[in-house]
Structure formats: structure tokens, C-alpha cells
């Protein structure tokens, strides 16, 4: 059996100047799959996801959504195509209120759609991540927690097939990261391919399928959890030590 | 203050403004005239600096294009109301010409830009000469009309010109185009990987602000019947607007409406009344609005009625 790929990634180089920012990076994301995106900061994971969602044009490579080569489109138009991203730092329509920052995915991912379409479509959303009582609300009004989880819900209106979340749990607390770690399950079990950039490590484990490790731009690892947290190269460019012994006594403990 | 409120006080400041020649002099019904011409720039402004947030301080570029455009057109016969839609349709054109490579620029880099369009627009009227009468300005045709109907005339065409660019304003803010805009306002990034094609959204707003813009530019020249780029390309006309667009408050349906008037007739008393100091108290004024009502009347009045509905909620508890 072949199942193709949703997302193939293939020898991506990005520069900045005479940084290598990424650098022949390639890996495949079936459809279905949560993939991790793990490394150490600078390493070039958001700037990988940035090539993903067309913000940033790589040097050298070719991208293919869905078996169809995407590499050189507008982000708008790949955002159309069913991809969707959070940021790591939220970027809210800071004029806009919680459910009409919704609605702008809705309104220009589908053409032909009408006001009660769009409507439904971001009240499902903010549903999906449990903002429908801050539905009229200012985005300055939310807490760190919900602004998150709007950029989430943004995310979700456009109706997407891939999914790409950059670090949507730094920054909150265990109960908030829990409650995270359930969404992107839940998310993925509609159907969703998830691309998942986080620096915190359980919540990797507990929703990655497989993981890919950058460093310094290029890809140093590649496969199922268990398998890169045993990874002496991985663990000594970004896990350390320390998270061995942790995972060693916590498997110890159960 | 909500869509529905704002439109419905457009709606009692136009029956004022439709009855207003009856009952004023010609010297009110040129301060008049004044205000409906700054308000529809000002109108043109909200476009694309209210609501895409891109500060196109050069906009009086526009103003310029359409006056050469209609005055072009009236020294070649073509009829008054035909030269106004050219002036109008061309300064659109012409934005979208400047505007596909322009708008690719973000945030300040397009402000400077478009104050460089402007001055070019200048140096290619002064060197191209011939119908455009270059730096020796260009005479039109003077219309054998009294001039009081004249004056009259051209004043309802000024109110007509800025009920359209209201309304036009009105109509964006509901759609698509205006979600795409405002969206981009806050977070140019985050509109794309949403589908906003932003350019395409820069580019139209851009067109629509150059439109109104040009209009009024096409009608003023037809009322002064004597152009030339001084002040045809005057970056003073857009600095004007500014100023009443903020006052009114930008990026909603009437402030700069209600903004150009408020500053046009505090402008025309206190230069009546103290003329040799009256920069002096414009100055004070201008402070006293940006510290006092920073985001604009129109804000401050749904403030205001907020509070009351607040206050009159908690006396209702209390009771």
C-alpha cells in the first residue's frame, strides 16, 4: 500500500543573509499523522512552518500539498488550499471582536459563502475551543490562555486539512496545556493533519505520532517518539540529560 | 456608535445640508462648500488609512490628478457631469497603476511613497505643458451661469460627491472588502494565512480613497475655474483631512464627516475673529483635540452613551 503524503517537504534552504536558517530539510506528513517539530530555539522551526503557510520563499526546494507542488504560491492561496497556522506570538484583529476575528477565515477560505454560513462556521470554531461566551468580546479583554486558543479558532474557520500550531502552549499553565493537548486530539481525530511546533515535552509526547528534530537548521532525526527521545544525538542537542532520568523514573514510577 | 446610528445622523445632517442655501449668505454657502469638499478627502482618507491602516499622507496627489483630469476635459468640451466621472474614474486608475508595486511596501514606507507620488505628479504637470498649461497654470472655461445658481449648483454637487462617499463608506464596512481591510490593519500576516489576498485588498481601497479624492479634486476645479499645482497638489489638502479624519475618528462611517465640519467652522470663526493670532489658537485646538479625544467625536459619543446606558442599567438595579 502507498498512501501519499498530505505535506512533502523536500530539500528546503533558507537564508537570511549568510544565516542558514534551514537547511535541506526534507520529511513527509501523512494525511491523518500529528507530526512534532521539536529543536532548540533558532534551530528553524517556526521558519519551516513559515515556508509551509508561504510567508517566507525558500531558496532552494519544493513543497507539495496534497500531491500538488505549492512552492512560490501566496500565502493567501495556500491558505485557500487547507492550510492553516497559528503564531507563536498571537496575532489578533485586535479591532475586530473574538467572533468576527473568527469569521474573516470563514469569510475568504470558501468563495460563495453566505453571512449564515460564515457565521455558523466560526461559532462551531469558537465552540471547538471553548470561547463561545467571549464571542463578543475584544481580543485585549482574553487572557493569554484564550488569546491561544482564538488563534486556534482563527485557524480552524478556514476549514483546513493541514494544521500547523506554533508553540499554542507556551506560556500557560499545566490545566491550560491539558486542556490543549485534548483539543489538538480532538481536532485530530476530525481528520486533521497536525503540524505541532512546542518546546514543552509532554505535551509532544503525549500528541506526536512522530517527531522530526532540527538543530542549527538541519534535520538531525526523524520518527516515533520513543525512538527520537532515546536518540543520543537528540538528546544531547536539545533534551539533555536531565529529561532521560525524568523519563527513566516517571516510566520507573508507572 | 453603531452602523445604524451613524447612518441615521448622516441622514438628519443631509436634509440640514439640502435646506442650508435657503436660509445662509455666500459667504456661509462657500464655507459650506469648503466643508463638504475636505469631507469627501477626508471620507477618501478613512479608506485606506482607517480602515487599512496605511498612511497615505501624499493622498492630495489625487486631489491633483482629478482637477488636471476634469480641467483637461472642460478645456476639450467634454460636458461637466461626463469630466467629473473621468476625473474620478482616472485618479482611481492611476492609483491602481501606483498602487500594484506601492502597496507591496508595509506600513511607513508606503506614507513616504505616497508623498513622493505626489511631488512627481507635480514635476510631470510642470514639464508636460500644453493642455495642461504646466507651470503657468490652467484657465477653464467659465460657466455662463448667474452665480448664485452657479455657487448653488456646485455646492449641491460637493453634498452629492460626499452622500456618495458615505455611503460608500457605509457599504465597506459590512463587506468583505472591509473584514479583508481591517483584518489587515491589525495583522498583515495573519489576514494572509487566513485567505485575505491583502494586496489585491491594498490595491482596491486604494482606488476607492484615490476615487473620492479625485471627485472632489475634478469639482474644485470646475469652481475655481483657474488651476495651477500649487495648490492643486497641495500636501496641505491631505494634511487638512488628516487632521479631520482623527478628529471625527477613523475608521468609522461619519467621523470624518462630522470631524471636517467641526474643524472647518472652528477654523473659519476663529480666523474671523482673531486674525492675527489665529494659528496660534488653531494650534491650541489641535492639541486640545488630540489629548482630549484621542480616538475621535465619534468614539467619545459612543463613550458617552455607553456610560449612560450603564449608569441608568445600575439605577434600574438599585430600584
Keep these: ?254 | 456608535m453603531k452602523a445604524k446610528h451613524q447612518l441615521a445622523a448622516a441622514a438628519v445632517l443631509l436634509v440640514l445640508a439640502l435646506i442650508l442655501p435657503a436660509v445662509i449668505d455666500n459667504y456661509w454657502l462657500r464655507v459650506m462648500t469648503t466643508v463638504f469638499m475636505i469631507a469627501i478627502v477626508a471620507q477618501g482618507l478613512n479608506v485606506i488609512v482607517g480602515f487599512a491602516g496605511y498612511h497615505a499622507f501624499g493622498n492630495a496627489a489625487f486631489f491633483g490628478v482629478g482637477a488636471y483630469i476634469a480641467g483637461v476635459s472642460l478645456n476639450a468640451q467634454v460636458p461637466l457631469a461626463l469630466a467629473i466621472v473621468l476625473a474620478t474614474g482616472g485618479s482611481a486608475v492611476v492609483a491602481g497603476i501606483f498602487g500594484w508595486p506601492l502597496l507591496r511596501l508595509r506600513g511607513h514606507y508606503f506614507a513616504i511613497a505616497s508623498v513622493a507620488l505626489n511631488m512627481a505628479f507635480v514635476e510631470v504637470i510642470l514639464n508636460l505643458g500644453g493642455v495642461t498649461g504646466g507651470a503657468m497654470g490652467l484657465p477653464l472655461p467659465i460657466s455662463p451661469m448667474p452665480p448664485d445658481l452657479l455657487y448653488r449648483m456646485i455646492y449641491y454637487m460637493m453634498l452629492g460627491a460626499l452622500t456618495v462617499a458615505t455611503l460608500v463608506v457605509w457599504h465597506l464596512s459590512g463587506s468583505r472588502l472591509g473584514y479583508a481591510l481591517r483584518a489587515l490593519r491589525d495583522s498583515e500576516s495573519g489576514a494572509e494565512v487566513m485567505g485575505v489576498d491583502t494586496v489585491k485588498a491594498k490595491i482596491l481601497a486604494w482606488m476607492i480613497s484615490a476615487a473620492m479624492t479625485g471627485c472632489a479634486g475634478g469639482i474644485w476645479a470646475y469652481w475655481l475655474t483657474f488651476i495651477e499645482v500649487g495648490s492643486a497638489f497641495d500636501i496641505g489638502i491631505s494634511m487638512r483631512a488628516y487632521i479631520m479624519m482623527l478628529l471625527g475618528g477613523m475608521g468609522t462611517i461619519i467621523g470624518p464627516v462630522v470631524g471636517a465640519f467641526v474643524f472647518e467652522i472652528v477654523a473659519t470663526l476663529v480666523w474671523s475673529e482673531f486674525t492675527h493670532i489665529h494659528n496660534l489658537l488653531l494650534g491650541m485646538f489641535l492639541i486640545a483635540v488630540v489629548i482630549l479625544v484621542p480616538n475621535g467625536i465619534i468614539h467619545l459619543i459612543s463613550r458617552a452613551s455607553a456610560r449612560l446606558s450603564a449608569a441608568r442599567e445600575l439605577r434600574r438595579a438599585k430600584a
Excluded: W
Excluded at chain 1, 469569510?107 to 464571542?135: E, N, P, W, Y
Excluded at chain 1, 544531547?236 to 516517571?250: I, T
Design chain 1, 1 to 254: 500500500m502507498s498512501v501519499q503524503p498530505i505535506l512533502s517537504v523536500r530539500d528546503v534552504t533558507v537564508r537570511f543573509g549568510g544565516v542558514v536558517a534551514v537547511k535541506n530539510a526534507s520529511f513527509d506528513l501523512m494525511p491523518g499523522e500529528v507530526l512534532g517539530l521539536i529543536g532548540p530555539n533558532g534551530a528553524g522551526k517556526t521558519t519551516l512552518l513559515n515556508v509551509v503557510s508561504a510567508l517566507i520563499r525558500p531558496q532552494e526546494g519544493s513543497l507539495a500539498f496534497e500531491g500538488e507542488t505549492i512552492t512560490g504560491l501566496k500565502p493567501h492561496v495556500i491558505a485557500r488550499k487547507g492550510v492553516a497556522r497559528t503564531f507563536q506570538v498571537v496575532q489578533p484583529f485586535k479591532n475586530l471582536t473574538v467572533m468576527q476575528n473568527v469569521e474573516v477565515g470563514a469569510m475568504f477560505c470558501a468563495r460563495d459563502r453566505g453571512k449564515s454560513q460564515i457565521r455558523a462556521l466560526a461559532v462551531d470554531a469558537l465552540q471547538k475551543v471553548g470561547l463561545t461566551a467571549k464571542a463578543d468580546a475584544l481580543p485585549s479583554q482574553l487572557t493569554l490562555s484564550e488569546r491561544k486558543r482564538l488563534e486556534m479558532a482563527r485557524a480552524l474557520s478556514t476549514e483546513p486539512r493541514l494544521l500547523l500550531l506554533d508553540e499554542v502552549m507556551a506560556g500557560l499553565n499545566h490545566t491550560e496545556i491539558d486542556r490543549i493537548i485534548g483539543l489538538i486530539r480532538e481536532i485530530n481525530r476530525d481528520g486533521l493533519s497536525i503540524i505541532v511546533v512546542e518546546h514543552v515535552m509532554k505535551a509532544i509526547m503525549a500528541v506526536c505520532d512522530r517527531i522530526v528534530v532540527l538543530r542549527f537548521g538541519e534535520k538531525i532525526a526523524d520518527g516515533t517518539p520513543e525512538e527520537v527521545t532515546n536518540d543520543p544525538h537528540v538528546i544531547s542537542a536539545y533534551l539533555g540529560e536531565r529529561f532521560v532520568r525524568r523519563q527513566a523514573a516517571s516510566a520507573g514510577a508507572a
